[in-house]
């Protein structure tokens, strides 16, 4: 493992998850406009930007695409936990959010882990199909 992490591109990971901060970035931009989009945004932008994850990761070389993305989704919750840490009093005048809440951290950073780990598991799939090689067993992420 530590040798996977010094394998790492650490800025297209950050780059990534702060690609991801569209989603709360449209949340509040619409909050603070009054409009209502419904449910099907966030849908629609998290369908969007694991679409961008597993694009930008199976379309290219990037070793270990399953611990790159997984650390994509823990820098994305890292980042919006910061987000709303640093809008909140801005916006509403307190704090909210995670760390408002310190119990809610642990899930935002599950929830950005098991995001990262399905567009792994997509790119790392797109670079195998890619490739047209297979594995060796054992060898689940390169």
């Known amino acids: 493992m530590k040798h996977s992490l010094r394998a790492i591109s650490w800025p297209l990971v950050v780059a990534l998850g702060a690609f991801a901060l569209i989603r709360p970035v449209t949340r509040i931009v619409t909050d603070q406009l009054g409009l209502s989009p419904g449910p099907a ?3 629609v932008l998290t369908v969007v930007v694991t679409a961008v994850w597993v694009a930008v990761v199976g379309l290219s070389r990037v070793p270990h695409p399953l611990l790159t993305l997984v650390l994509a989704g823990v820098a994305y919750a890292v980042l ?6 640093v809008l909140s009093p801005l916006l509403t005048g307190e704090l909210q959010g995670p760390l408002a809440m310190p119990l809610a951290i642990i899930p935002v950073l599950l929830v950005g882990a098991g995001w990262g780990l399905v567009g792994g598991a997509l790119a790392l799939l797109l670079q195998r199909v890619r490739t047209g090689r297979r594995e060796p067993a054992g060898r689940a992420d390169r």
């Open 80 to 85: 919006s936990i910061l987000l709303s840490a």
């Open 41 to 43: 945004l966030p849908v």
